[in-house]
């Protein structure tokens, strides 16, 4: 790893992807971590890590997707990540959708309650994110250990948040 | 108590009315509702339509069961307190959810000690008869680890360390 931590923006949007996103926080203790989500009680719950509030959206309101899009870009583009990671849903996959924008890898790690088949925001999610995991064994194939095997765009089983 | 929640996002009638309905059949007012946007009868139990972070800790601290949808989110806080956990999946045919990946959840985490499922409404008086009595063999799990497990862990590790 270079001299400079590294910076990771955590995104998600309430109940259990938050529950699963703060579970995956110590992969991340060599790093800067920043977290992105939209109740403000969640400032406290990631304290001392900086937070950043995005308004939350479903597919059902298009101009509040938009609004939520157009935030999670505002704080990429403050926080200038190395890499960008989500459990879902909509903020999360508008931060791996604009990662580019910073030049940050991204990861996504399908939710746990996806587990017959990936969810809407995930499958979307597999197109532009670096790396796509599932928690589930039998809606990915084995992860390999050596990053120049993985093919982008292919959905990987890489462990479980519990 | 008995801490009976919809989770954060959409009101589950069906679920909050058996249990109601059940408690009144037994004299039992020892329950919290967390009920979302509800019209069911809780004369008589104490209840709230949405709870900020601390206080459904506290409720998940101090119920001796859990009954709730097939959100990962109640499930794991559960299994993270050892605690049982009674779970309705919601079904998008009566429009509780937008597909039915509660149903897979409740499958997956059915195998996981602690987790009970009602298949239907009509399946909660039944296990929640036996969730009360000690010999009903309604129990919790061992409890598992504030975090994801080490291999998810040592994936993201890895994949911010290329």
Redesign the interface.
């Known amino acids: 790893?270079s001299a400079r931590r590294?910076r990771?923006l955590l995104v998600s949007s309430?109940?259990?992807?938050?529950?699963?996103l703060r579970?995956?926080?110590?992969?991340?203790d060599?790093?800067e971590r920043v977290w992105c989500s939209v109740?403000p009680?969640?400032r406290a719950?990631v304290a001392p890590d900086a937070f950043h509030l995005v308004p939350d959206a479903s597919r059902w309101n298009k101009l509040r997707l938009l609004w939520s899009a157009l935030r999670v870009a505002l704080v990429l583009l403050r926080v200038r990540p190395?890499?960008v990671?989500s459990t879902g849903a909509a903020p999360g996959f508008f931060a791996i959708s604009l990662a580019w924008l910073v030049g940050a890898?991204s990861?996504w790690?399908d939710?746990?309650?996806?587990?017959?088949?990936l969810?809407l925001s995930g499958q979307k999610a597999t197109r532009v994110a670096?790396?796509t995991?599932t928690?589930?064994p039998s809606l990915g194939e084995a992860?390999p250990?050596d990053?120049a095997a993985r093919r982008r765009g292919t959905v990987y089983f890489?462990?479980?948040?519990? | 108590m008995i801490f009976v929640t919809v989770g954060s996002q959409l009101g589950f009638d069906r679920m909050t009315a058996a249990v109601a309905q059940w408690a009144r059949a037994r004299g039992r007012t020892d329950l919290f509702f967390q009920t979302g946007a509800t019209a069911a009868d809780l004369r008589g139990f104490a209840s709230e339509p949405l709870l900020g972070a601390s206080e459904i800790a506290r409720l998940y601290d101090e119920a001796d069961l859990v009954v709730a949808h097939a959100g990962t989110g109640s499930i794991i806080e559960c299994m993270l307190r050892g605690k049982p956990i009674i779970v309705l999946p919601r079904s998008a045919a009566l429009h509780e959810t937008r597909n039915d990946h509660q149903f897979a959840t409740a499958r997956c985490f059915a195998e996981r000690a602690g987790v009970h499922v009602a298949w239907s409404e009509a399946e909660l008086a039944p296990l929640l008869d036996r969730a009360v009595d000690p010999r009903g063999g309604i129990t919790g799990g061992a409890g598992i680890g504030p975090h994801a497990d080490e291999r998810l862990l040592a994936a993201l590790r890895a994949f911010v360390a290329e």
Do not use: K, Y
């Not at chain 1, 579970?23 to 991340?28: I, N, Q, T, V, Y």
């Open positions: 790893m590294r990771v309430s109940g259990g992807h938050w529950t699963e579970r995956l926080a110590p992969a991340f060599a790093c109740l009680e969640m719950q190395d890499v990671v890898r990861v790690v939710s746990i309650a996806n587990a017959e088949e969810s670096t790396l995991l928690q589930w992860l250990t990053a890489g462990g479980s948040v519990v």
